[in-house]
């Protein structure tokens, strides 16, 4: 199946591991997740509307809403 003795099987393995060292060490590292808290909580406010974003199944405040005229 794989043959160990082949060098380029090694090859392939360690840039696969290399880079995938590269990606979760950009990930796991404290500065760039203090860099991705700090993005998230200087986004734009995207809605500022009030209220709940469903339609509750019971309006209380505005029982004529639903009914046939």
Request: charged content about 35%; hydrophobic content about 40%; proline content about 7%.
């Amino acid at each position: 199946m794989l043959d160990i003795k082949n060098p380029l099987v090694w090859l392939i393995g360690i840039v696969a591991l290399a880079v995938l060292w590269v990606l979760l060490r950009g990930r796991f590292d404290p500065e760039a997740r203090a860099r991705r808290r700090r993005d998230r909580s200087n986004r734009p406010v995207i809605s500022r509307k009030r209220g709940p974003s469903v339609r509750l199944a019971v309006d209380v405040d505005k029982p004529n809403r639903n009914q046939k005229k």
